[in-house]
């Protein structure tokens, strides 16, 4: 397992509203993503902020059932949340953390990105939540279609 | 001002030996530059590990007087600390930043990376405790020499 580049950084926001006028009046984001939701359980809205050699990813909870909300209680102004680091292979990378003794939280499954994800436990990742992700075009891509 | 590339996430730790063996023999980092202290009040020992397109600075206070000290009482495990942006000028992104009403916490001053930098208060910054830094060959770069 090789150090991978930072895919992007997952910022906490009680306001997709307030943060994206931040990001855009204040600190000069240029190329901000179209914000979506991501349904479920652990509902939440997703903006992806373009920062030139990595993203910025705010995340909105939108359900009380969110486990982001206990972030936020925690945390009422908004907090950093996790680091994504890309990986070659999903699940290569994620028997690798397992052989490291490291406890995946959940995943692999389909991210944000609309690629394969999973997340480490921060107690085993030095203290930071931690996300790991197969870019576009791995092994594992579930936009690949039918190619075997 | 426009938004600019993340020069480095600060991560804080409680040992810098342990956090070194993490990231070496768990997260694979195969540029780890070496480790050097950072004297004064806010004494800390300082260590930048590459990641492709990035850095991650870890950071251990060393002295009793450290502001990150409080930090590390409140997340025991370590944790991320801030985000740092880079922008072509120094002063002129101070001067922004003031007229946008951001509270700057110390700076400009030269900063781990032995170029400019400042910090800005989180409750101005959506949240997240933020450093600004102008990089090496910029219009204030201290190691410029004599260069009118």
Known sequence: MKLGRINHIGLITESME?????YRDVMGAEVIHPPFEMGGPDGAAICFIETGNSQLELIQPLTPASPFHQFIAQFPTGKQHHICYEVPDIHEAKGYFESKGCRILF???I???GT???FVHPDDMDGVLTE???PHGGPN???KGHAA
């Open 116 to 118: 394969m994800i999973f």
């Open 107 to 109: 995943g692999p499954m």
């Open 18 to 22: 307030k943060s994206l006028a931040f």
């Open 141 to 143: 891509d579930p936009n």
């Open 132 to 134: 790991f992700l197969e």
């Open 111 to 113: 991210g944000a990105h």
